[in-house]
């Protein structure tokens, strides 16, 4: 039987062709198989089309779900009750000076047979002591410690530091013992000859 070659035309269309001995100077893919590559070719350009503009809807959500959250966050301290540069303020209310000269006393209290005190605390300027009123010496700053002088005829006679934090109330109570004729300071409701509720304060 004799063999008939086989029909490449569709291979080389219109071209030399070497089969058995013909030459293909090139070949073309057929209309078909080109058909089957372009439908690939649009399908992975409209998947990645897709492909992107999803990223693209994700950071978008990303971003806007980021600035509602900034948003809140502007609201809620907005929102939030406005804390104040200055810091809570306490009082010392200094009670009259008892009967001088004392009729007993500590054997370590240093003497001031004159009785003219005066009150220094902290950097502020002397004031004198009471004699028959209660005065009422802030605002005091209720963070620091704080340095009490008493002055005897403008000199130190005694001398203490407090903390109000050491306190019950910021309302304090500076008095001098009329036994033992120490400095004492103690909260305000646990003094009641301190009276500084009507009092002009001393600053």
């Not at 959250?69 to 000076?97: E, N, R, Y």
């Not at 300027?125 to 010496?137: C, F, G, I, R, T």
């Not at 620091?144 to 002088?149: E, M, N, W, Y």
């Amino acid at each position: 039987m004799q063999r008939t070659a086989a029909d490449l035309s569709w291979v080389a269309p219109n071209l030399e062709e070497r089969v058995h001995g013909r030459e293909i100077k090139a070949l073309h893919r057929p209309a078909e198989a080109s058909g089957h590559a372009r439908y690939w070719q649009l399908y992975w350009n409209s998947k990645a089309a897709h492909n992107g503009q999803s990223q693209m809807t994700k950071t978008g959500a990303v971003m806007t779900l980021l600035i509602a959250v900034m948003m809140c966050g502007s609201f809620a301290a907005a929102d939030a009750p406005q804390t104040t540069s200055t810091s809570a303020k306490g009082s010392v209310c200094v009670a009259p000076l008892p009967s001088w000269p004392p009729e007993t006393s500590a054997p370590d209290v240093p003497q001031c047979g004159s009785g003219n005190f005066s009150i220094k605390i902290d950097d502020r300027a002397p004031v004198d002591w009471p004699q028959k009123e209660s005065a009422k010496l802030d605002p005091l700053d209720m963070s620091p410690r704080h340095r009490v002088i008493i002055l005897c005829d403008k000199r130190p006679n005694q001398s203490f530091t407090f903390r109000f934090s050491a306190y019950d109330e910021p309302n304090l109570c500076l008095f001098i013992n009329d036994f033992y004729s120490t400095l004492q300071l103690w909260e305000r409701k646990r003094a009641p000859w301190c009276k500084c509720d009507a009092a002009a304060p001393r600053k």
